[in-house]
């Protein structure tokens, strides 16, 4: 009985452990986990340089890294959807990876890790529109873009200007939570067994 609650406590630990800080995972196949946030990306993110935003989010949408299909550019919006402009918008993508997963801050690059990045490039397209601009010349969208070397999220931009792609894709794998849940689920299951016998 007392070895099943170590082991409770340990596995609740554990889990509390790897919840609390932000792991990347190199997947060794061209792709990095964030485990913080729930993202997958490239990661070689001078795969497809100087695009306009149309020709970037058709290239992340045809793809396929890692034996994934389903990359797409990274959003704008934060969990509650809305777009964030500035510094330190940690709640969205791009800003996840910045500054919780790789722990920079504001103007500063500091931390790339197993990342490959050409820091002579570092302003990506992100995937939300931020509307229109008008005039005799047409409309031209104006995109959000993320600069990876000052952490700051903007959008005006015109789409057809040259910016970088970097791929993103969400995880479907469970969270922590639902693993330490199934792992005493079935250590009390187990327990219940010898009781029986």
Known sequence: MRKIKVFVVFVLFLGWGASAQAILIDNGDGTVTDT??????????TLNQGVTWE??????GSVTVGGFDDWRLASALDSNGLACTGANCVDTEFGSLFYTALGNMA??????DVFIIDLDRTWFWTATNSGQACGNFGCVDLPYYFQFETGLQSAGLWAVNPLNTWAVRSVTEPPVWALM???LFLVGRQRVKRQRL
């Not at 020709?55 to 992340?60: G, T």
């Open 36 to 45: 913080s946030s729930g993202l997958m990306w490239l990661k070689d993110s």
């Open 55 to 60: 020709a970037a989010n058709a290239w992340a």
């Open 107 to 112: 103007d500063s690059l500091v931390n790339s």
């Open 181 to 183: 849940g199934l792992g």
